[in-house]
C-alpha cells in the first residue's frame, strides 16, 4: 500500500502498488523500453531544452546499503540499515 501526493500535495491517493525509479522492476521495465527504442533514440530532458543520445546511459548496479547510517526526525537520531 503507497500513498501517492497528487495535485500539488493537496490531495493524497492510496495505491497498491510500489513505486520508484530504484524498484527491481522499474529498472527492468526501463532497461526493456531503452532496448525496444533502440540506441539511436535522442530523449529530451530539462523542460525540452536539453537532449542526449539513448546510448549514453552508463549501467550502474545498485550499491548494498546495509551497515550505512541514515538521519531520520529532520536529523535528529540515526539509524543503522
Given amino acids: 500500500?503507497?500513498?501517492l501526493t497528487t495535485k500539488r500535495g493537496t490531495a493524497v491517493q492510496t495505491v497498491n502498488a510500489i513505486?520508484?525509479?530504484f524498484t527491481s522492476d522499474a529498472?527492468?521495465?526501463q532497461k526493456e523500453?531503452?532496448?525496444i527504442s533502440g540506441a539511436s533514440t535522442t530523449l529530451?530532458?530539462?523542460r525540452?531544452?536539453?537532449t542526449f543520445q539513448a546510448k549514453d546511459i552508463p549501467v550502474?548496479?545498485?550499491t548494498k546499503l546495509k551497515g550505512q547510517k541514515i538521519t531520520t526526525n529532520r536529523?535528529?537520531?540515526v539509524i543503522t540499515l
Fill in 44 to 46: 529530451v530532458t530539462q
Fill in 48 to 50: 525540452g531544452t536539453a
Fill in 60 to 62: 550502474v548496479s545498485q
Fill in 19 to 21: 513505486f520508484g525509479k
Fill in 75 to 77: 536529523g535528529t537520531s
Fill in 1 to 3: 500500500m503507497v500513498k
Fill in 33 to 35: 523500453r531503452l532496448q
Fill in 27 to 29: 529498472q527492468k521495465l
